[in-house]
């Protein structure tokens, strides 16, 4: 996948470090389908509870070797999914792969990720602004793959009140964000009603870390 994306034209940078891929799920989105539908039958899709009691619009599930999880306890990176006992479904070799490959292509080399936090926003659901900072190392980038309906995704500062930019997501992009700019804030506003061929009326983001 590296080699067919060599040039820096599908590279959007919007920070320092910080990139939009244009497109670079797309070769793969197929295989990505199909392992998302295998995750989802043993872990399902769950709308969690933030540590002040509101229910969350994004609904969520995971794979890898943990998940993250929100509840009135607060947040945290659970060997086991919440809902079964059992542990989280594999990361597919699809999904490290991916994440691999453009964590590789915006500069950050051997990104081992070992947990996918999978959201799925049906139309009207949105993300506040927030920082990734539950994980243990944060030389670590994330990588965010955006699937199915467009989005806009709101990408921040250090600080809550950095204005933030607003970014046009569409299906296949992948963003990719570390070093200096890998406690900014980031969010997704309200999603529009919308129809996508194979992921239906819904936005599938699947936020690659490595929580250990
Ligand atoms: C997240 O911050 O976990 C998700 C961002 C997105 O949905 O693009
Ligand atoms: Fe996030």
Sequence with gaps: MIDSYASEENKEWIASASVVLRGFA?????????????????????????PGG????VAMTNCGSYGWVSGRGGYRYDPN??????PWPEMPESFLTLAKNAAAT????????????????????????????DELDFNQPIVSVSLGLPAIFLFGGLKRKDKPVRVPLAHGDVVVWG???????????P??????????????????????
Excluded: W
């Design 81 to 86: 999914d919440p809902l079964t006992g059992k």
């Design 26 to 50: 797309l070769s793969c989105e197929s295989v990505l389908h199909t392992d998302l539908h295998k995750i989802i039958s043993t872990a399902p899709f769950r709308h969690m509870i933030t």
């Design 54 to 57: 509101f229910t969350m619009s």
């Design 179 to 189: 070093g200096a700019d890998r406690m900014r804030y980031h969010g997704i506003m």
């Design 106 to 133: 915006a500069g950050f080399d051997n990104f081992i990720s070992d947990v996918c936090l999978v959201n799925r926003y049906e139309p009207g659901a949105k993300l506040s602004l927030h920082q990734d900072k």
């Design 191 to 212: 999603l529009k009603e919308n129809h996508h061929p194979v992921f239906g009326n819904q936005r599938i983001n699947l936020t690659f870390r490595k929580a250990y």
